[in-house]
């Protein structure tokens, strides 16, 4: 069976990463793969003081970053994630529990992609 990782960067956006945190628990993911690219408060003491606790996460800190450079946070945690197939998305977006369901992936190369330009809704202007 493959192995499902989702990976995420966050810059002190922490408050967006909690809100949407338990939607990424309760999906089929078997790992997260969190990048802290400096953030003034590590996520580690965040995800602690919030009580969020789970084997499958795993938060990178990347220190003394003084400029925000989100495809460089996202190489680190592409780099470190194990899984056969990658969920990468940014640290706010809410996943249903059956998102692997409704968007099953095939073996071998698959990518899915996005245009904000055809989004159903508002609550999809941002996603691609």
Same mark, same amino acid.
């Given at each position: 069976? %493959?192995?499902? %990782?989702?990976?995420?960067?966050?810059?002190?956006?922490?408050?967006?990463?909690?809100? &949407?945190?338990? !939607?990424?628990?309760? !999906?089929?993911?078997?790992?997260? &793969?969190?990048?802290?690219? !400096?953030?003034?408060?590590?996520?580690?003491?965040?995800?602690?003081?919030?009580?969020?606790?789970?084997? +499958?996460?795993?938060?990178?800190? &990347?220190?003394?970053?003084?400029?925000?450079?989100?495809?460089?946070?996202?190489?680190?945690?592409?780099?470190? %994630?194990?899984?056969? /197939?990658?969920?990468?998305?940014?640290?706010?977006?809410?996943?249903?529990? /059956?998102?692997?369901?409704?968007?099953?992936? !095939?073996?071998?190369?698959?990518? +899915?992609?996005?245009?904000? +330009?055809?989004?159903?809704?508002? %609550?999809?202007?941002?996603?691609?």
């Amino acid at each position: 069976m %493959s192995k499902i %990782s989702l990976v995420t960067a966050c810059k002190n956006r922490e408050a967006n990463l909690l809100k &949407v945190i338990e !939607s990424w628990l309760l !999906s089929d993911c078997d790992e997260f &793969v969190i990048v802290d690219w !400096s953030c003034d408060v590590p996520l580690f003491d965040t995800f602690h003081q919030a009580g969020i606790k789970d084997k +499958r996460i795993q938060i990178l800190r &990347v220190e003394d970053e003084p400029r925000w450079i989100l495809t460089h946070a996202y190489n680190v945690g592409l780099k470190r %994630s194990e899984g056969d /197939n990658i969920l990468k998305l940014d640290n706010d977006h809410v996943i249903t529990k /059956n998102f692997f369901a409704i968007n099953a992936l !095939s073996e071998g190369l698959d990518a +899915r992609l996005g245009s904000w +330009r055809l989004a159903k809704d508002a %609550s999809q202007a941002y996603i691609n």
